[in-house]
């Protein structure tokens, strides 16, 4: 799959402690990336440095903190060197009706799926932009199509989508921004939903016709192993099932 050498370069991945981050860190290991694995969940993350070898480390980091987002580019300079890959995969899909019921989980879906992307970037950028970086944003399907029940949700992943194609035309030819919007996939997302005939349905949507978050990480590798010369900006990937 790999069409350019990739050993040595480092890539950065947020939300790493389960699902398409941890599938991502997987797939870019096996490649030749050394990778930092961000996330709150250290037992997680520690875990998954262990089984990955020397080639990756973990780092508590919460993209909704900046002071900790800074102190884990510190370390990734310190001790793999400068970020080649910035993947912001950090995320929450809290559905519900829309109402004054959510309005916690509104705002906490906002400030981990947008403003976290945003701020994990901002803190990356210098890192990334001398090696001739690729910037990973996982938006969703969402951020193309919505529904009800999802209209925040759908609000930071359009919000993504849009600042992604900003930065494509201001960080070209230095960084390449590739933003991969995965439609049903099976990870603990669906978990975290906490209104209960919300939850029940997407679970049975996810269980009838989801993908893997292995089949993600692989477009993600294939994307960044993509030569220098061209750029994936943008990558729909549906269960073939999922009409929408």
Do not use: C, Y
């Given at each position: 799959?790999?069409?350019?050498?990739?050993?040595?370069?480092?890539?950065?991945?947020?939300?790493?402690s389960s699902g398409i981050g941890a599938?991502?860190?997987?797939?870019l290991t096996a490649d030749g990336h050394r990778v930092a694995l961000l996330a709150r969940r250290t037992d997680r993350i520690e875990a998954l440095a262990a089984e990955l070898g020397d080639s990756a480390i973990a780092i508590a980091a919460d993209v909704t903190d900046r002071d900790s987002i800074v102190a884990a580019a510190e370390r990734v300079q310190?001790?793999?060197?400068?970020?080649?890959?910035?993947?912001?995969?950090?995320?929450?899909?809290?559905?519900?009706p829309f109402s004054s019921d959510q309005q916690a989980e509104q705002r906490q879906m906002v400030e981990v799926n947008l403003l976290g992307a945003i701020t994990a970037t901002e803190v990356f950028l210098d890192q990334l932009r001398d090696g001739g970086g690729d910037l990973v944003n996982v938006s969703s399907v969402a951020g193309r199509t919505a529904r009800p029940g999802n209209a925040v949700y759908a609000a930071t992943k359009w919000g993504m989508n849009g600042w992604s194609e900003s930065l494509r035309q201001e960080l070209?030819?230095?960084?390449?921004?590739?933003?991969?919007?995965?439609?049903?996939?099976?990870?603990?997302?669906?978990?975290?939903?906490?209104?209960?005939?919300?939850?029940?349905?997407?679970?049975?949507?996810v269980d009838q016709i989801a993908i893997t978050a292995e089949d993600i990480a692989e477009v993600v590798a294939f994307a960044v192993a993509r030569p220098r010369r061209m750029t994936l900006n943008e990558i729909l990937v549906r269960p073939t099932a999922q009409s929408l």
């Open positions: 799959m790999t069409s350019e050498p990739s050993a040595g370069r480092v890539a950065v991945i947020t939300g790493a599938a991502t860190a997987r797939a310190a001790e793999l060197g400068a970020t080649d890959i910035l993947v912001n995969n950090a995320g929450v899909m809290l559905l519900a070209s030819p230095d960084i390449r921004v590739i933003v991969i919007e995965p439609g049903a996939v099976a990870t603990e997302l669906t978990d975290h939903i906490t209104h209960a005939q919300t939850k029940q349905a997407a679970k049975q949507f």
